[in-house]
């Protein structure tokens, strides 16, 4: 009975948090049939969103469009694109921490053609012009009702850690994961990651993705533990 | 066993004709986590190269990336991009059918940067400059090896017959499929499509994606059947 109630201490430890996380790429539109996405496979927050809810947590996933069951006892709120993943954000606050984990794409297409774009024999192709989309990560950062604790992720191919501190600071979060998707490839079943915080770096090893779930998951148990009067 | 004598007759109908289907979307990287694609969902070219197989035509299936499994006796091959399939088609010939059901994009990013783009603060936002692919369809209609029966699909959201007609022309192939994709969802299980050719339009009904991969196999194989000495 002792390892049952460690277990189920720890399966309690973040009951009547509410906490939202973001997942899988977004779609953004070019016209009816082309759009422009990323790799994101949503496996990480899929698996993040999954293991808060086993500990109690009230999860809340906001999740672009990928092939993957919703876990247990999460409530998944389905979206398309960044614009639709940044006011589905916003409509659930507050939450007591926002786990920014989806593949938020930077840029849309300035104007979505309503009528699909048509080759034109000798024409040169077309350029596309692209329009920054809200910053998601930022605004929950900086939102008056602001999560008690605010997570990103972040995914680089050079100069990881330089880049990771400073998206940290510009953005505003508490923490970012930042993982190099030149090693590691995106969208895959492994992740390592370096974890920032506003005292350091810490290099964590490779691991599942449902392993860097459950040890962030603790991270943030030790967090609201500590937190708590 | 009148039945059964009629249904292994049909099963037969194209055996020892090896035919060529393309499937699927094709996946243009714009960096290591970035691409343009579109909404196929590979169903209407999967549902063709089933119904040829089950006939007993010789089919390999050049498929982009899509969440189907194989038909039974079929050969896959896997590709990513609109060059990659156009080489997989090539090094494919000589067959006595296309079916060019895959939908190719028609432009690739100008340049594919070796590193993710990064967003730059107060910049504008970046264009994005494409070039044209090569047409598969348009080349194997002009091949030296030129298939016997070479078939495109084309999706359309205005001027459906119009566009078709032109289509077919300037492509140089035997059959055009057109759907109307403002009606019909893209990447939808049920179909409707003009069938033309160089004697005039059909207009088939809606039916689904099944039914009509068995429309079509009756047709190519009564052109076969015709065309046998």
Not at 74 to 89: K, P, S
Not at 124 to 129: D, E, G, I, R, V
Not at 181 to 207: D, R, Y
């Given at each position: 009975t002792a390892i049952r109630d460690i277990i189920s201490h720890k399966q309690a430890d973040l009951k009547g948090r509410r906490i939202l996380v973001t997942a899988g790429p977004t779609v953004e539109p070019i016209d009816p049939v082309r759009f422009i996405s990323n790799r994101s496979s949503g496996l990480q927050g899929y698996a993040i969103a999954e293991a808060l809810a086993a500990r109690g947590a009230e999860v809340h996933l906001i999740s672009g469009p990928v092939s993957l069951p919703t876990p247990p006892h999460?409530?998944?709120?389905?979206?398309?694109?960044?614009?639709?993943?940044?006011?589905?954000?916003l409509a659930h606050l507050p939450v007591d921490a926002a786990i920014c984990v989806a593949a938020v794409s930077d840029w849309r297409a300035d104007t979505i053609q309503a009528h699909?774009?048509?080759?034109?024999?000798?024409?040169?192709?077309?350029?596309?012009?692209l329009v920054e989309n809200p910053d998601i990560l930022a605004t929950l950062s900086?939102?008056?009702?602001?999560?008690?604790?605010?997570?990103?992720?972040?995914?680089?191919?050079?100069?990881l850690q330089d880049y990771a501190q400073q998206k940290r600071q510009k953005k505003g979060c508490d923490w970012l994961l930042a993982?190099?998707?030149?090693?590691?490839?995106?969208?895959?079943?492994?992740?390592?990651?370096?974890?920032?915080?506003?005292?350091?770096?810490?290099?964590?090893?490779?691991?599942?993705?449902?392993?860097?779930?459950q040890h962030l998951a603790d991270k943030i148990a030790s967090f609201f533990h500590q937190e708590a009067p």
């Open positions: 999460v409530t998944r709120i389905n979206v398309q694109t960044a614009q639709e993943m940044y006011e589905a954000c699909k774009i048509k080759k034109k024999g000798d024409e040169a192709a077309p350029t596309l012009s900086h939102a008056e009702q602001r999560p008690a604790l605010v997570v990103g992720f972040a995914a680089e191919t050079t100069h993982n190099d998707v030149s090693k590691h490839q995106f969208g895959g079943a492994e992740n390592q990651v370096l974890f920032l915080t506003g005292s350091g770096v810490e290099p964590w090893p490779e691991m599942s993705k449902q392993d860097l779930a």
